[in-house]
């Protein structure tokens, strides 16, 4: 049974054709149905498990990021706020078996890459730390708050949001106080294991907190993320206004409070870098010893997510030079073909642009035009799917890898609400979004 009914479907499909066109009202239909009816098992405790497609795992970021364009209309179905709630629950649980890792099992039966070097537990599906793995999970709970007041999928959030701010923390000074470690043998590419046998990439200590992946799920280069670190800071703003207005934990509101101050200080003070071309643009990494890395990655949270995450406004001089600089030949990973143009990703072999970059251009952008123009590559290149993939080549959109990938459907969803009108964001205290929008 579906959490959103037929007729609520038929009314917002309804509101999509009427603002864009049937073409797009009919892509969003098939996208917008597929993550309902397709990633969602019930459980037995209350909670649901909610896989991304292609993989039998939950990914905490990929979980959260895939309900984002339900958001907007859960305040009227009941049925799609439990369904949300009960994935909130399933996640922040999650978050307290391990905060460390990124993608979990259904049950505790030891599925997934058990042979990593690392802290594993039978519920562990891969335990790539990520920073954005833990930023997922506080921003679904706030914003399902957000949009409906609901505080029933709240009720461990304070000991999660502790866990998450402990590793941010001992993150901080990784050389002396992680004990994190992580080790693939006979990794498929030398992305998928940390090198210094396991404890990643060294860094001085900054204030920015470190993180051994990528949202890509790839090894980061240099430590430091900085689209990770500003996303930390607007949950870590989240975290903040939950404590104060729903927990009543003055302790926790002022240690998330301080700790995202230090974080986006040390965003300012070391993640910008001079481009020739540019100026002064925020790097996608750095190590704190002089170092930093010039690019971009088509997995949010990314630079040119950075107003939707909600860390900075979309007309900020500093992101947009940075927007320039990733949407263009600076950025390695910004691919031009005769199919479209677009951020692709290390984690993608070839010359393969991802739709999930191409939607997140549209989200962040204020040009009608640009916005047009994205919407009919999106609408272009499913190869007559009928859903998002994971990528597919610039010049060749037959070619493609992941038939199901749920969040990229997802984006889409979320842009076309855009588009059409639908997408009505509230802003949140701390300065980050919560939507909430009536067909």
């Not at 990520?130 to 999928?153: F, K, M, N, Q």
């Not at 003070?269 to 930093?292: K, M, P, T």
């Not at 993939?389 to 969803?413: I, L």
Request: proline letters at 6%; aromatic letters at 8%; one cysteine or more.
């Amino acid at each position: 049974m579906s959490p959103i009914s037929s007729d609520l479907i038929a009314e917002i499909v309804a509101a999509v054709r009427e603002r864009t066109s049937a073409e797009v009202a009919e892509l969003f239909a098939r996208c917008f149905v597929d993550t309902l009816s397709t990633t969602m098992t019930p459980m037995d405790d209350g909670t649901t498990f909610m896989v991304t497609g292609d993989i039998p795992a939950m990914w905490l970021r990929d979980s959260a990021a895939q309900l984002t364009p339900y958001l907007h209309f859960a305040a009227d179905s009941p049925a799609l706020a439990d369904t949300i709630a009960s994935v909130s629950r399933r996640q922040l649980e999650y978050v307290l078996l391990d905060p460390y890792a990124n993608a979990f099992n259904r049950i505790p039966d030891g599925s997934g890459h058990h042979d990593d070097r690392t802290q594993l537990s039978p519920w562990v599906w891969e335990r790539k730390y990520e920073v954005d793995s833990l930023c997922y999970p506080i921003r679904l709970a706030h914003d399902l708050w957000a949009a409906t007041g609901r505080t029933d999928h709240l009720l461990r959030f304070a000991d999660a949001a502790r866990a998450a701010i402990a590793v941010w923390k001992a993150e901080q000074d990784h050389e002396r106080s992680s004990t994190y470690r992580f080790q693939r043998p006979d990794p498929r590419l030398p992305t998928d294991t940390l090198v210094r046998d396991g404890r990643g990439p060294l860094v001085a200590p900054t204030g920015l907190t470190w993180s051994g992946f990528r949202p890509s799920d790839d090894a980061t280069a240099y430590g430091y993320n900085i689209p990770g670190n500003a996303f930390a800071v607007t949950e870590l703003g989240h975290i903040a206004v939950l404590a104060e207005r729903v927990l009543g934990d003055d302790e926790l509101h002022a240690e998330a409070a301080a700790l995202a101050d230090i974080i986006d200080g040390a965003i300012r003070a070391h993640g910008v870098v001079e481009h020739r071309e540019h100026g002064r643009i925020l790097a996608y990494e750095v190590d704190g010893l002089g170092n930093a890395l010039v690019m971009d990655d088509a997995n949010a949270p990314s630079l040119l997510s950075l107003p939707f995450l909600g860390w900075c406004d979309s007309r900020d001089p500093l992101y947009l030079r940075t927007r320039a600089a990733v949407l263009s030949p600076s950025n390695p990973f910004f691919y031009s073909g005769t199919a479209a143009r677009g951020i692709g990703s290390p984690h993608t072999p070839g010359r393969n642009i991802w739709p999930l970059a191409l939607a997140m251009q549209g989200l962040t952008s204020s040009d009608a035009d640009e916005r047009a123009e994205l919407l009919e590559r999106l609408c272009s290149t499913h190869a007559g799917t009928g859903l998002m993939h994971e990528s597919f080549g610039a010049d060749d959109p037959s070619t493609f890898t992941r038939p199901w990938f749920s969040w990229a459907n997802a984006v889409f969803c979320e842009f076309v609400l855009d588009i059409a009108g639908l997408r009505t964001v509230v802003a949140g205290p701390s300065g980050a979004t919560a939507g909430q929008a009536q067909a």
